[in-house]
């Protein structure tokens, strides 16, 4: 079979498994005792061991197999969970993820198993202490009990020819796939008659809850032997063994007992058919490409382009009905992109779950004694921002554990609580995501800060007596700072904190930090929602038309030119009871013909960058509008100030201003 068109579906549901057994398998580390955790991480493991088996990924099948086998002896509690299975496991999962690389890759075969299968195997090697008659019981039990209705039914069909068969059906003990397997035997079957019942029941049979036998009634008018040797001919079926019933024996049956009791909910699971109870189960999602989300967001760029060239020619034509259809369309076109921003949005729980194991690995690899609370975890950001973060977040938590958080007994020496809080939060505020991440450590030491700058040559002693903590707290981002004494695998090589400022940058967030030493430290990321279509307001200087994004703008004002003094060479004015330089935009970006250098009343828009404010004056503030962000292709590349370009109502291109680079 060619799986190859099924790849990308596999490792999507390959991530969704193994994220449900690193969190899980964090739960059970805090509940060892708790049968449905280890129930939980027996189906994912087993699903994964079946996925991957069907797929021909058989290093994948071993893995998941072994730790199954494991998972089976925890279920049947003939092995207690300890510090060595979960580490086990730990390592059979980090290996797995290892091998979905590999398989993404094409190199799954280059992979070595053989040390954690050995170390999952050594848990198995005893032979598990089997309960005695166990098998024989079993045998006893497992005997289809028809309801008065089902009988009813039989009664029916057996006077109009049709016989009631028992089949018994035992699959091969090497096959991987049993619910799968025993759908298909059902659904074959189904073709030859109508099932009145399983045992197990049809959901049973889905999620695998048997052995490797189960039995069948079918009212069929085909002879026993044609079924039983129908069946015999399937994949993966070892024997059958069949009878034909009377309903005199039915009766016998009913009224024997002994069995367990068919209960409503066991009518409910065949009725209609097995097979066709374990497809009822329909996903209310439906997987997409996200390339194909992108070409719909393209599509709703375009068309929010064209919007806007119809709203300037209405307004160019002053005709009423044309003035309404466009106003219309507006709606529609708002609407529209609203909900294509929304399909694009994932919680960053998608993030957020990979940090518990993160966290647990680094306390244990430090020493220390680390609790990782997390809040807004149902927050949604746009898909292609959700993938860029995960990084800079990596960077963050491993500083604030490796950084922030005392060893132990400087803790309790300090007066503070065990263990210590790392909180990662995120919440929504405007058109921004807001993610936090909070430590009650130790807190930066601007004093060891400002030294270790002086040593590495980043500042001179005169530029740090100018700073203050604000600017001194921002020598951290720089690229090659670190204030760790000695490189670890954690931290000490001067780059995490550079990765964050820069692909925050890059995806125009902003990154700003707090502390307090011996109390913690707050790093607070401010992230668009999404990356394709923003609120901008356009602004006029000379003959040139600029946007600037809403998210920049703390507000627009307007100063009179008898209100800006000089400071230090730099025009200042006085907003909200503090000095704000001004910048006369046109002299960073070589504009001629600018207005504001003669007019008395100037246009300013007031740009926040971190605790900073920088007021920006421009000829004239024409309107607020959505625009496309267009990149500007590999031959400009990345220039300072510009965060891209995008085609207005007129058609003509203005440049998007990344003012925080200017100020």
């Known amino acids: 079979m060619d799986v190859s068109q099924y790849l990308n579906v596999f490792m999507d549901e390959c991530q969704e498994h193994l994220q449900s057994l ?36 058989n290093k994948m099948s071993n893995v998941t197999h072994a730790m199954e086998d494991v998972l089976t002896l925890l279920r049947q509690n003939e092995l207690k969970v300890n510090a060595e299975i979960i580490n086990t496991l730990f390592e059979a999962l980090d290996l797995l993820e290892v091998l979905a690389q590999g398989i993404r890759e094409g190199r799954e075969e280059d992979i070595e198993i053989a040390g954690v299968l050995q170390n999952l195997q050594k848990f198995t090697t005893q032979e598990p202490v089997s309960k005695p008659d166990q098998a024989a019981e079993r045998r006893r039990t497992l005997q289809l009990r028809y309801l008065p209705a089902e009988i009813e039914q039989i009664k029916q069909a057996v006077g109009e020819g049709f016989n009631l068969n028992q089949l018994h059906v035992y699959l091969q003990e090497e096959c991987l796939l049993k619910g799968a397997r025993a759908f298909m035997i059902l659904r074959e079957l189904e073709a030859h008659g109508e099932i009145v019942r399983t045992i197990p029941t049809a959901k049973e049979l889905e999620d695998e809850r048997f052995e490797t036998d189960f039995i069948i009634g079918i009212l069929s008018k085909k002879p026993l032997d044609f079924l039983v040797r129908f069946l015999e001919k399937m994949l993966d079926v070892d024997k059958v063994e069949g009878k034909v019933l009377s309903v005199d024996e039915v009766l016998v049956e009913r009224r024997g007992g002994g069995a367990a009791k068919a209960t409503a909910s066991d009518s409910g699971a065949q009725k209609g058919g097995a097979a066709a109870k374990i497809l009822s189960n329909v996903s209310p999602t439906v997987r997409v490409d996200i390339r194909k989300l992108d070409d719909l967001m393209n599509l709703v760029g375009e068309l929010v382009i064209t919007r806007s060239r119809l709203e300037q020619l209405s307004s160019e034509h002053e005709d009423q009905t044309l003035e309404e259809t466009v106003q219309q369309l507006t709606r529609l076109t708002i609407d529209l992109r609203d909900q294509v921003l929304k399909t694009r949005m994932v919680p960053v729980d998608n993030v957020f779950s990979r940090f518990p194991r993160l966290v647990r690995d680094l306390a244990r690899e430090t020493g220390k004694e680390v609790q990782l609370q997390i809040s807004g975890a149902e927050t949604e950001l746009d898909r292609t921002v959700i993938d860029e973060i995960v990084d800079p977040l990596v960077h963050i938590v491993r500083n604030s554990v490796d950084h922030g958080i005392e060893p132990p007994e400087v803790r309790t020496a300090a007066g503070k609580s065990l263990p210590g809080i790392v909180e990662l939060k995120a919440y929504q505020a405007g058109n921004n995501v807001v993610i936090e991440v909070i430590d009650d450590g130790a807190g930066v030491n601007l004093e060891k800060v400002k030294a270790r700058a002086l040593e590495r040559g980043i500042v001179s002693f005169e530029e740090l007596e100018m700073m203050d903590d604000e600017n001194v707290m921002n020598l951290i981002f720089l690229p090659g700072f670190s204030t760790s004494d000695q490189v670890t695998d954690i931290s000490g090589r001067g780059v995490g904190m550079d990765v964050v400022k820069t692909q925050i940058t890059n995806l125009g967030g902003v990154v700003e930090m707090s502390s307090e030493q011996g109390k913690g430290t707050r790093i607070t990321i401010r992230l668009p929602l999404t990356l394709a279509i923003i609120q901008t307001l356009i602004v006029q200087l000379g003959d040139e038309v600029f946007a600037i994004p809403s998210t920049l703008i703390d507000q627009t004002i307007s100063v009179v030119q008898k209100d800006i003094k000089m400071l230090r060479n730099r025009e200042v004015t006085l907003y909200r009871d503090e000095l704000i330089p001004l910048i006369r935009l046109q002299d960073y970006l070589g504009v001629t013909g600018a207005k504001n250098t003669s007019l008395e009343e100037l246009d300013v828009v007031v740009v926040t960058t971190g605790e900073r404010r920088v007021g920006f004056v421009v000829d004239t503030l024409l309107r607020q509008q959505d625009v496309v962000i267009k990149s500007l292709g590999s031959y400009l590349g990345n220039i300072p100030g510009i965060a891209g370009a995008t085609i207005l109502g007129n058609g003509k291109i203005a440049l998007i201003l990344d003012l925080r680079s200017v100020a």
């Not at 994912?44 to 079946?50: D, E, R, S, V, Y």
Request: charged share 15%.
């Open 22 to 57: 690193n969190q899980s398998l964090l739960a059970l580390e805090q509940n060892p005792d708790n049968p449905e955790i280890i129930n939980s991480i027996f189906r994912a493991a087993h699903t994964l061991k079946g996925a991957s088996a069907t797929m021909g990924f």
